[in-house]
């Protein structure tokens, strides 16, 4: 699916704001590391994420938020809510949505995707609260690790979100198209990815992190991450 130059837009401010954030905070080591899921380096995600004790975190970016409303013509969406019960805390720590505040299109706002989503439909959880933020306040409690999810939460709700395809409703193909920001003490990894990447991302990192248990359980040294790094 192509973005639009809007969707463009948000995205690249996020991402300077974070980065300049991340820079602020480690200047030194600060690394920003973009990588591919459809491309060579799915691999090197996968490493990534056994390698360290990440904080991550998933958004969908929209240029306005008449897109927040949009989501709701998708297939799968209604779905989502209906199934969300055993899901909720982790899915509003790990699954946020984001737009250009119109009246201001400089400030980039974020809040919890269910919460957005089920509104639409007017399906109401007394447990879903909003948590709608401008771009500085998600950073912060990003970087602070007061939203996100661990590696294994994060793989928990991936599985989820592919499970909904399991249920039979006519899709157009996509389930969701979003940026994965996994960040650690400086480094930040950010991936463009879609549902055909959930299941492979899923798979390589249990292999990884099945041949990193076993490099430890014979007292082996295991590879820290090396990949391929494009710094901003």
Not at 61 to 83: D, N
Request: charged share 30%.
């Amino acid at each position: 699916m192509d973005r639009s130059v809007g969707e463009m837009n948000v995205i690249n401010d996020f991402q300077k704001r974070l980065v300049a954030r991340i820079v602020k905070k480690y200047p030194v080591n600060a690394d920003i590391i973009e990588s591919n899921m459809s491309g060579k380096d799915d691999k090197t995600f996968a490493d990534y994420f056994v390698s360290i004790d990440s904080n991550n975190i998933l958004i969908e970016f929209k240029e306005h938020e008449y897109g927040v409303k949009k989501e709701c013509e998708k297939p799968l969406r209604r779905l989502l809510c209906e199934k969300i019960n055993g899901y909720k805390k982790i899915s509003c720590r790990g699954h946020k949505i984001a737009w250009s505040d119109v009246p201001n299109s400089n400030t980039t706002l974020f809040d919890n995707y269910i919460y957005k989503v089920s509104q639409v439909y007017k399906i109401y959880f007394e447990d879903i609260k909003s948590d709608l933020l401008n771009a500085s306040e998600f950073i912060e409690k990003f970087l602070n690790k007061d939203t996100g999810l661990t590696l294994e939460e994060m793989t928990e709700y991936l599985k989820f979100l592919q499970s909904l395809t399991n249920e039979g409703i006519p899709t157009d193909g996509r389930i969701f198209q979003a940026k994965l920001y996994s960040y650690h003490k400086g480094d930040l990894l950010e991936n463009e990815i879609t549902q055909d990447d959930f299941l492979k991302l899923i798979k390589l990192i249990k292999e990884k992190s099945n041949l990193v248990s076993k490099f430890n359980d014979e007292n082996k040294p295991t590879n820290s991450f090396c990949g391929p790094r494009k710094r901003r």
